[in-house]
């Protein structure tokens, strides 16, 4: 397999690239900004899987975060505005869209509160077999989807 990960932070993708010389080292990494680039040498419908942890907590919601989340994460990678909660998993679909391959998969962490929403904009995408998970709780948590084929 190969897998490329991208980060908009240099400092986190310095902690992935200790952890991956240790237990991945095949991993490649990118610093990007997904928001106004793509991801570099992945040739368009050739990508397998694209799964994502992008931020989601509204900033409203940032009274509710434990201290202990909001010591050690940055702001960058929590929060997106209450304006525009689907943010990032627009431009996520946009690129899935144009890397993943027929029958590839896109798998995205979601704010729970906002998991039919995420399914409808894929949908909307063009996405194919969309649907929502729940984690171990009950709490939805993920939506996956497919390229069509």
Known sequence: AEVLAVDISEAALAV????????????AFQQVDILATMP?????????VLVSNPPYVRESERPLMRN???AWEPATA???PDNDPLLFYRRLGEIGRELLRPGGGIYLEINEAFSAQ???LLVGQGYAAVQGLADMFGKDRMVRAEQPR
Do not use: C
């Open 118 to 120: 995420t399914q409808a």
């Open 16 to 27: 992935a690239r200790r952890n991956a010389a240790r237990y991945a080292p095949a991993v």
């Open 78 to 80: 929590l929060f997106v």
């Open 40 to 48: 570099t040498g992945v040739a368009p419908g050739t990508l397998d």
């Open 68 to 70: 202990n989340v909001l």
